[in-house]
């Protein structure tokens, strides 16, 4: 069972930056597709960013220009670059693992993001 655990969620001013991480407990981690999802107040979780293991990245239209998924293979980390933030960025932000070989997902507990004016 893989286990991932986020940090650095907190109350960020809008228009600041801020960043999120993510290790996991995966061997394969290198070879694992990861990612950011978020659930906003009374909404759905949605994807933020992804990255495979060749460094493909993707990013939902809301996000894009202003996060930065990024991953280190060797400390098994995904982090969250989140800039110009806004107030609908406002949400608990899950990380997420994906190994095609098994088509199985992992998900962390979550860390709360909260942007204010």
């Known amino acids: 069972q893989v286990q991932l655990v986020e940090s650095g969620g907190g109350l960020v001013q809008a228009g600041g930056s801020h960043r999120l991480s993510c290790v996991a407990s995966e061997s394969k981690f290198d070879i694992s597709t990861v990612g950011w999802y978020r659930q906003a107040p009374g909404g759905q979780r949605e994807l933020v960013a992804t990255q495979t293991a060749g460094d493909i990245r993707s990013y939902a239209p809301a996000v894009k220009g202003r996060f930065i998924i990024s991953r280190d293979n060797e400390k098994n980390t995904v982090g969250l670059q989140m800039n110009d933030l806004r107030i609908e960025d406002t949400a608990v932000y899950y990380c997420?693992?994906?190994?095609?070989?098994?088509?199985?997902?992992?998900w962390g507990q979550g860390t709360r993001v909260t942007v204010s004016s």
């Open positions: 997420y693992l994906y190994q095609r070989w098994s088509d199985d997902s992992f």
